[in-house]
C-alpha cells in the first residue's frame, strides 16, 4: 500500500507569491491534516479535513487555506508569501478522526521563501 | 490548553546501553499520547501510542514507553541502543476529553547513538 504522498518535494518562491501543495493520503483513509515545522517554532498544526469538510483549524493567519476533494486528496494554500513561512510543510492521514488514530506522515514539502 | 515538554535538546549514548528521552505533558482531561521518529529528510514516523490500560506500551523498533498519571509523563525508553536509532523523536498529546483533533508535539529530542 502507498504511503502519503506530497508533492512537490521542494519549492522555491520569493515574498508576495502564492503556492499550492498537494497531498495524497493512504488509500482509504479519509481524514488528512497539516502540520508546519520550523527549527524555531517547531511541528504546528496547521488544519485538519474530513470528509471534505475542515473539522480543526490551527492558529495561522487567513493567508494559510486548504481543501479536501472526494477523493480525499488534499491541497494547501498559502497567498502573499512571508520570509517566515520558509518550512517544512508535512501532510499526514489516518482512516478515521477518532483522536487515538495514529497519524502516517508523507516526507514534506520544503518551502523555501526568498 | 494541552502541552508537551521535551526537556533535553539531544540525548548522546553508547551503542548497546539503555535510553530514555523524556517527556511530560499537560491536558485538562484525559490524554492519548504518542511517540513518532523523524529521520533526515523524511516525514515523521509512528512508534507508539497510549489510549489506556497498561501503563507500559510497546511499540516498533523495540522501543518501549511508560505512561504515569501521577507525574503526568511518557518516557520512551530502549533497553539497548543502535547507532540506526539516532534521530529526531517527537512526543504528542491529545486531550480525548475535549475532541480536538490536533495533535501538540514537543520540541523534540534529538537521539545521538555512538559506536
Known amino acids: 500500500k502507498a504511503g502519503v504522498t506530497q508533492t512537490p518535494r521542494y519549492l522555491i518562491k520569493t515574498r508576495g507569491q502564492q503556492v499550492t501543495l498537494s497531498c495524497s493520503p493512504i488509500?482509504?483513509?479519509?481524514?488528512v491534516s497539516w502540520y508546519q515545522q520550523t527549527p524555531g517554532q517547531g511541528l504546528q498544526f496547521l488544519f485538519e479535513y474530513f470528509s471534505e469538510t475542515q473539522r480543526n483549524k490551527g492558529n495561522f493567519p487567513g493567508r494559510f487555506s486548504g481543501r479536501q476533494f472526494s477523493n480525499s486528496r488534499s491541497e494547501m494554500n498559502v497567498s502573499t508569501l512571508e520570509l517566515g513561512d520558509s518550512a517544512l510543510y508535512l501532510c499526514?492521514?489516518?482512516?478515521?478522526?477518532?483522536?487515538?488514530?495514529?497519524?502516517?506522515f508523507g516526507s514534506g514539502t520544503q518551502l523555501s521563501v526568498l | 490548553a494541552q502541552s508537551v515538554a521535551q526537556p533535553e535538546d539531544q540525548v548522546n549514548v553508547a551503542e548497546g546501553n539503555p535510553l530514555t528521552v523524556k517527556c511530560t505533558y499537560s491536558?485538562?482531561?484525559?490524554?492519548?499520547l504518542f511517540w513518532y521518529v523523524q529521520y533526515p529528510n523524511r516525514g515523521l514516523q509512528f512508534l507508539l501510542k497510549?489510549?489506556?490500560?497498561?501503563?507500559l506500551v510497546k511499540g516498533s523498533y523495540g522501543f518501549e514507553a511508560e505512561f504515569n498519571k501521577s507525574q503526568t509523563s511518557f518516557h520512551l525508553k530502549k533497553p539497548s541502543a543502535l547507532v540506526s536509532d539516532s534521530a529526531l523523536y517527537f512526543c504528542a498529546v491529545r486531550d480525548m476529553d475535549t475532541g480536538r483533533r490536533a495533535l501538540t508535539f514537543g520540541s523534540g529530542t534529538r537521539l545521538q547513538v555512538q559506536p
Open positions: 497510549y489510549i489506556t490500560g497498561d501503563n
Open positions: 499526514a492521514s489516518s482512516f478515521s478522526d477518532r483522536s487515538h488514530e495514529k497519524l502516517f
Open positions: 491536558v485538562s482531561g484525559n490524554p492519548y
Open positions: 488509500s482509504g483513509h479519509r481524514s
